[in-house]
C-alpha cells in the first residue's frame, strides 16, 4: 500500500541554517506529493505540492521537487527563521485520502 | 471565513464515557474527513466522506462512528471511551479528494480536539 517515510525528528537549527527534512514515498503510480507545516496549537496548513514527476513546490522559501527516481521528495530552505519552528509533514495523494508521514518536529533557535 | 470549526478544543472523559465531537466546515466542500494524531504516529486516517449520506472506513476506524446528513457537518462519534483514544483529532476537509491536485484544492484542517480519557 502507499506509505511516506520522514527522517525521524526533532531537528534542532540555528537560525540562518541551511534546511533539509528528507521524505521517501511508496506507492503505486505517481501520486500528488505535499508538504503541510503545523505551527503550535494549530491545525495543519498546506506549505507545498508537486503533482508530477520533476515539478519543484514552492512556497515561502521552501522548495521540494517530485524525484520519481528515487520516490523522494525533500523539503529544503536556504536560511530557516525563528519563526520557521513547527512540525512537518510528508504526504501522498491515495485512493479517496491523504496519506501522511510521521512527521518531523524543527526548532529553529536565534 | 470561518473554514473548518471544531469543537471542544479540549475534553476528559471517563473510560465507557460516550461523546461526539463536532466538526463544520462553510466551503461546500464536498470531502470530509477525521484523522488522529498521536506522537510518533502522524496522522491516521479514523472515516472519510465523499460527499453527504456517504461515508467510509479508513486506517482506525475501530471505536468510532461518523454520520453525514449535511454538506456541512460531519460529527465523529465515540460510543464507549477508552483510554487508546487519548489523541488529538483534527477534521478536514477539500472540494474533492480525488481531484485535490487538479482542483488546487487543498486539504483545510480545523484547530483539533486534545481529548483524554481516563
Known amino acids: 500500500g502507499n506509505s511516506v517515510t520522514q527522517m525521524e525528528g526533532p531537528v534542532t537549527l540555528s537560525e540562518e541554517a541551511f534546511l533539509t527534512i528528507n521524505c521517501t514515498y511508496t506507492a503505486t503510480g505517481y501520486p500528488s506529493l505535499f508538504w503541510y507545516v503545523q505551527y503550535p496549537g494549530e491545525g495543519l496548513q498546506l506549505l507545498l505540492k508537486a503533482t508530477k514527476a520533476d515539478d519543484k513546490g514552492s512556497n515561502k522559501g521552501f522548495e521540494a521537487t517530485y524525484r520519481k527516481e528515487t520516490t523522494s521528495f525533500h523539503l529544503e530552505k536556504g536560511s530557516v527563521q525563528v519563526s520557521d519552528s513547527a512540525v512537518y509533514f510528508c504526504a501522498l495523494q491515495g485512493a479517496q485520502k491523504l496519506v501522511f508521514g510521521q512527521g518531523t518536529r524543527l526548532t529553529i533557535n536565534p | ?118
Open chain 2, 1 to 118: 471565513n470561518a473554514g473548518v470549526t471544531q469543537t471542544p478544543k479540549f475534553q476528559v472523559l471517563k473510560t465507557g464515557q460516550s461523546m461526539t465531537l463536532q466538526c463544520a466546515q462553510d466551503m461546500n466542500h464536498e470531502y470530509m474527513s477525521w484523522y488522529r494524531q498521536d506522537p510518533g504516529m502522524g496522522l491516521r486516517l479514523i472515516h472519510y466522506s465523499v460527499g453527504a449520506g456517504i461515508t467510509d472506513q479508513g486506517e482506525v476506524p475501530n471505536g468510532y462512528n461518523v454520520s453525514r446528513s449535511t454538506t456541512e457537518d460531519f460529527p465523529l462519534r465515540l460510543l464507549s471511551a477508552a483510554p487508546s483514544q487519548t489523541s488529538v483529532y483534527f477534521c478536514a476537509s477539500s472540494y474533492s479528494i480525488a481531484g485535490v491536485s487538479s482542483y488546487n484544492s487543498p486539504l483545510h484542517f480545523g484547530n483539533g480536539t486534545r481529548l483524554t480519557v481516563t
